[in-house]
T-cell receptor
Framework: GQNIDQPTEMTATEGAIVQINCTYQ??????LFWYQQHAGEAPTFLSY????GLEEKGRFSSFLSRSKGYSYLLLKELQMKDSASYLC?????????FGKGTMLLVSP | EAQVTQNPRYLITVTGKKLTVTCSQN?????MSWYRQDPGLGLRQIYY???????DKGDVPEGYKVSRKEKRNFPLILESPSPNQTSLYFC?????????????FGPGTRLLVL
């Protein structure tokens, strides 16, 4: 089975940097997704890590350590529109298991 | 435009009345799946399909059926809905074996079972 943990809530200030952690214990691992989800909307893709290391994509970066079962999403230069839920999900190739999500609130 | 569509977007029904939620994708993806999302529980996979006529159970399949007769469509069937199936449902599609960027979610179907 899969066990995925991420913090329930985080708060940060506009313009700051925030790191959202995700730890996992899985029986199968192909890669790890990060998604952003605004309330009442569908999740939208942010990143997919297969190999260890940091991948940068504009203001968002994602890190993976397969040996430690650990990933984080780094958001820079926070904007008000970044207030959303951030979901990490383990790709077990045929199945996809999501964490419960981290609600990020960005304040002025 | 690449997209996943779901219908209906909102549905109120009564216990025991069979319903189908349709899902269609225009990207020729092989892999499709259904999720439900509930407060405090996150997204949970109901069923997935790796290709036409190939379906398998996810984490919460009880009370649901699916079929995959053609690549673009993957309907979710509730034969006898119950109130505990009140939820927000998402369909998703992905080109199996390639990078994860190709997993797209539909807009969601909000279901209320009375």
């Amino acid at each position: 089975g899969q066990n995925i943990d991420q913090p329930t809530e985080m708060t940060a200030t506009e313009g700051a940097i925030v790191q959202i952690n995700c730890t996992y214990q899985t029986s199968g691992f192909n890669g790890l997704f990060w998604y952003q989800q605004h309330a009442g909307e569908a999740p939208t893709f942010l990143s997919y890590n297969v190999l260890d290391g940091l991948e940068e994509k504009g203001r968002f970066s994602s890190f993976l350590s397969r040996s430690k079962g650990y990933s984080y999403l780094l958001l820079k230069e926070l904007q008000m529109k970044d207030s959303a839920s951030y979901l990490c999900a383990v790709d077990g190739y045929s199945t996809l298991t999501f964490g419960k999500g981290t609600m990020l609130l960005v304040s002025p | 435009e690449a997209q996943v569509t779901q219908n209906p977007r909102y549905l109120i029904t009564v216990t025991g009345k069979k319903l189908t939620v349709t899902c269609s994708q225009n990207m020729n993806h092989e892999y499709m799946s259904w999720y439900r999302q509930d407060p405090g529980l996150g997204l949970r996979q109901i069923y997935y399909s790796m290709n036409v006529e190939v379906t398998d159970k996810g984490d919460v399949p009880e009370g649901y059926k699916v079929s995959r007769k053609e690549k673009r469509n993957f309907p979710l069937i509730l034969e006898s809905p119950s109130p505990n199936q009140t939820s927000l449902y998402f369909c998703a599609s992905r080109l199996q074996g390639t990078s994860g960027e190709t997993q797209y979610f539909g807009p969601g179907t909000r279901l209320l079972v009375l």
